[in-house]
């Protein structure tokens, strides 16, 4: 089955902080999503971006399918940042979403 | 998009008993997933309901444990059943309303069983 990396596992920033994080995936993709799981644990859906470039406020991400990697960018973090990161990808002939280990934000003030 | 209204938000249970776990989601929808998030991991899916059939669980996933219903195509409930401390998790629901893309949850049940 298709596997899902993320990087950096952690990151530590400063409020007013640039962040980039990865997503790796290893095979062919029809779906990919980003999602942030705030500290209460709700997950929210940021991005369904299976390729392309797409921007929601301080938030952008790209997903470049030929080379089997997304990228989310956080420009100028917020406390409220803070929390898990989640790539998550649906293969072509599989409708369910293989889950990366996500990455864990913490902004601090 | 969709909205998700999961209940109970969170609770502590004795070993031994059953926890439901109900979501009601806003508009109708062929498939609702539910998944488990042991702490500090990442999701790890149970179970796809469908209305009218048995639920499909994935590997290590049981209905004894874990039967769920899926009454009409708005609606579903998961029980925990026979709970043990290992089960202390954040359970999940999620849907696509639109196949295949967009997914939604719900705002999850933090179960701790002691």
């Known amino acids: 089955g298709i596997q899902v990396e993320q990087s950096p596992p952690d990151l530590i920033l400063q409020e007013g902080a640039n962040s980039t994080l990865r997503c790796n995936f290893s095979d062919s993709v029809n779906n990919l999503q980003w999602f942030h799981q705030n500290p209460w644990g709700q997950l929210i859906n940021l991005f369904y971006?299976?390729?392309?470039?797409k921007q929601n406020g301080r938030l952008s991400a790209t997903t470049v399918a030929t080379e089997r990697y997304s990228l989310l960018y956080i420009s100028s973090s917020q406390t409220t940042d803070s929390g898990v990161y989640f790539c998550?990808?649906?293969?072509?002939?599989?409708?369910?979403?293989?889950w990366g280990a996500g990455t864990k934000l913490i902004i601090k003030p | 998009s969709a909205v998700i209204s999961q209940k109970p938000s969170r609770d502590i249970c004795q070993r031994g008993t059953s926890l439901t776990i109900q979501c009601q989601v806003d508009s109708q929808v062929t498939m609702m997933f539910w998944y488990r998030q042991q702490p500090g991991q990442s999701l790890t899916l149970i179970a796809t309901a469908n209305q009218g059939s048995e639920a499909t669980y994935e590997s290590g996933f049981v209905i004894d444990k874990f039967p769920i219903s899926r009454p009409n195509l708005t609606f579903s409930t998961l029980t925990v059943s026979n709970m043990s401390p290992e089960d202390s998790s954040i359970y999940l629901c999620s849907v696509e309303p639109t196949g295949n893309t967009e997914a939604f949850f719900g705002q999850g049940t933090r179960l701790t069983v002691v």
């Open positions: 971006i299976p390729s392309g470039t």
């Open positions: 998550a990808v649906g293969g072509v002939s599989n409708y369910q979403l293989i």
